[in-house]
């Protein structure tokens, strides 16, 4: 009688099984690294939308106010920002609860979603007198800077420049 095998030998399918773990022992480390550079430029990105949205409210003449106070004191201002992803709350930490900057801020971070790199779980926006840039976790400098300077000293009146020019004043203004 003539049997008739159709089916695959125990030293095939091994060669097959090895095959396959030496695919996976070469791609999986690629696959990771490009995941890791997705994380970081979707982080970039929102360090780019967090630092339109400070330079947005940091044109508000009430806002600047509020801010260059901290300017005058410690001559740069920072803080954090991170999101509660169950109940979609901002946090905030280095800028007052009931602070003009914050109210400007949170409408217009809304939308933000937290760091997608691992072991980040905040943003960090430092803001020096001479520049306003929006830094990742890691230190870098993301996106466009404008400058800040001082014009006059006994008026505290500072001046905001990028493509276009801001001026605005930390002293009180007076009404007629």
Not at 2 to 17: P, T
Not at 66 to 76: A, L
Request: proline share 3%; net charge positive.
């Amino acid at each position: 009688m003539k049997q008739n095998n159709k089916g695959f030998s125990l030293v095939e399918l091994i060669i097959v099984i090895a095959i396959m773990a030496i695919m996976s022992a070469i791609l999986v480390p690629q696959i990771m690294k490009y995941m890791d550079k997705s994380r970081v430029s979707t982080d970039l990105s929102t360090c780019k939308s967090i630092e339109s949205c400070v330079n947005l409210a940091l044109t508000n003449d009430g806002v600047w106010q509020d801010v260059s106070y901290n300017w005058m004191s410690h001559r740069d201002l920072y803080f954090y920002v991170k999101k509660d992803n169950a109940s979609g709350k901002l946090f905030f930490k280095g800028i007052a609860r009931g602070g003009r900057f914050r109210k400007e801020l949170e409408p217009t971070l809304h939308g933000l979603e937290n760091p997608k790199q691992v072991g980040k779980n905040s943003y960090k926006v430092y803001i020096k007198l001479g520049t306003v840039p929006v830094y990742d976790d890691r230190g870098n400098a993301i996106g466009e800077t404008f400058t800040v300077k001082k014009v006059d000293v006994t008026t505290d009146v500072y001046e905001i420049t990028d493509d276009s020019e801001y001026i605005f004043s930390t002293a009180p203004t007076s009404t007629p």
